[in-house]
């Protein structure tokens, strides 16, 4: 039997970071450090005593069951079934969540009645245990196997879905390693990607502060003076850069963001980072440098660097870019939903793009989705402060809000129909389209543009002022 999880049932949405403090033990840029808050706001895993998570413990098979018991209580699953199993009594701590994910088809014994609680959890289980899940949440995965998994393997089919759909992360060679015990960490962050997992109408997002709600941490606002009135601007961590109302392009440096260049530029731009830019239309992505921009393609065209589907812009939507620390990735994103299947359906849509251009040689790298808090918000700013960690800064409903992005938690879209121009990230019936996960560091009032993170500080644009966001405490992790 299918069940959908609804909105109403979903405790996991993304409130302020304040809202779940990471227990001690967790450091702060742990790669699975949301992924944990997220799920102990949900009530999916719990600390231990003294406050800490101890994430590198290995999971038996017990601890599966009641956490997966907890996931079907989300879900308001309530089967239930008598734990028969040989080596279980009926008073056992783990047994009525037992009963539970048995009945729902989650688990199961082994050969001869036993259930083997105690062994340790590998990742082969949990995988299949994870797969068992979809028919219930309504999501298709498009598998992806990989290479250290034999076709043939009894687990291979679950594999291939759950790393599909980015629930379970590879190694750094993009092994499985499927043998290899399952950690709280790794158990934390599967669960984190089931959640991102929901079908697109259902799939949690960072919730807009309640109306006269104050933000989540204490910061200053305050104006600088900077000579030209700018359009754009964009940058970190090390130096910034803006678009002027005359269509120069400015580099600045330095806290109190000094001007030390000016290039006339021969078009119009978007947003520009380290060097690169965007033209409005979306049709061209540049390359800023001493002899003029230089084009790396016509967007939609044999040959070009993007998805065929962003030459379906509505022709004024613009976007935003971020170059890595590296210098070696540069993310683009469209400020609204693209026109697909028209311009009057993308006003009732809330998906963006977030693709990832390699530079040298510069082409498609990754594609994920990002939904905006509501139809008819709109990005203003995107800033790549550290590898696998985005700032992105969306207005709406007289606000402007910053999140911070994780990549290493998206489901990679690329080569996907998606990418075909009638490939509406909400078109298409089913494809359970799943955003990269966000989180709410700061809230504005008012509507600004732009976004530069440099150090621990936020510059935005308003009516062409650059303001800087002083916080009260690290907003970068």
């Known amino acids: 039997m299918r069940r959908f999880l609804f909105p109403s049932l979903i405790p996991l949405t ?38 800490g998570f101890q994430g590198d413990s290995r999971l038996n098979r017990f601890q599966l069951a009641t956490t997966l018991g907890r996931v079907l209580d989300t879900l308001g699953a309530r089967e239930e079934a008598p734990a028969a199993f040989t080596d279980v009594r009926a008073d056992h701590w783990a047994a009525p969540y037992l009963g539970r994910v048995v009945a729902a088809g989650l688990v199961q014994g082994f050969p001869g009645g036993e259930f083997r609680g105690t062994e ?66 790794q158990l934390a962050y599967a669960l984190a990607g089931l959640s991102r997992s929901l079908p697109f109408a259902a799939a949690p997002v960072a919730a807009p502060a309640p109306a006269g709600a104050t933000a989540q941490q204490p910061f200053t606002l305050r104006p600088l003076e900077q000579p030209a009135p700018w359009v754009y601007l964009g940058g970190g961590p090390l130096e910034a ?41 979306l049709k061209e992505v540049l390359r800023l ?34 170059l890595d620390p590296s210098g070696n990735y540069l993310a683009l994103m469209n400020s609204t939903p693209l026109c697909l299947p028209d311009c009057a359906s993308a006003r009732g849509s809330r998906a963006l793009r977030l693709v990832l251009l390699l530079t040298n040689p510069v082409g498609l790298y990754a594609e994920h989705a990002y939904a905006l ?43 996907s129909p998606f990418d075909e121009p009638q490939g509406a990230l909400e078109a298409v019936p089913g494809a359970g389209v799943r955003p990269v996960l966000k989180e709410r560091v700061l809230e504005l009032e008012g509507e600004y543009w732009g976004l530069a993170c440099l150090g621990e500080r936020f510059y935005l644009l308003r009516e062409g002022r650059v303001f800087e966001v002083v916080p009260g405490q690290a907003l970068v992790r």
């Open 289 to 322: 440098g001493k002899e003029g921009p230089r084009a790396y393609g016509v967007i939609g065209q044999p040959g070009g660097v993007l998805p065929r589907v962003f030459g379906q812009g509505n022709g004024g939507s613009g976007g935003v870019v971020a």
């Open 14 to 51: 993304l409130s302020a970071l304040s809202a779940q403090a990471l227990p001690p033990d967790v450091p702060p840029d742990h790669w699975a450090g949301a992924a944990v808050g997220r799920v102990l706001e949900a009530g999916w895993m719990q600390g231990f005593p003294g406050g």
């Open 241 to 281: 850069e803006a678009l002027s109302t005359d269509n120069r392009h400015l580099l600045l440096r330095g806290e109190g963001l000094e001007l030390a260049s000016a290039t006339p530029l021969d078009r119009p731009l978007a947003a520009v980072h380290r060097g690169w830019g965007l033209t409005p239309d």
């Open 120 to 185: 340790e959890l590998s990742r082969y289980q949990l995988a299949q245990a994870l797969a068992r899940l979809l028919p219930r949440l309504g999501v298709e995965a498009r598998p992806r196997l990989p290479a250290d998994v034999p076709p043939g393997h009894w687990a291979a089919p679950a594999v291939g879905q759950v790393v599909g759909l980015g629930w379970m992360r590879l190694d750094f060679e993009d092994r499985f390693q499927g043998g290899a015990a399952v950690t709280r960490y």
């Open 373 to 415: 808090d509501a139809p008819g918000n709109r990005l203003a700013g995107l800033a790549w402060p550290k590898p696998g960690t985005l700032l992105a800064s969306e207005q709406g409903g007289g606000k402007t809000r910053i999140y911070r992005l994780e990549l290493g938690g998206a489901t990679d879209l690329a080569f």
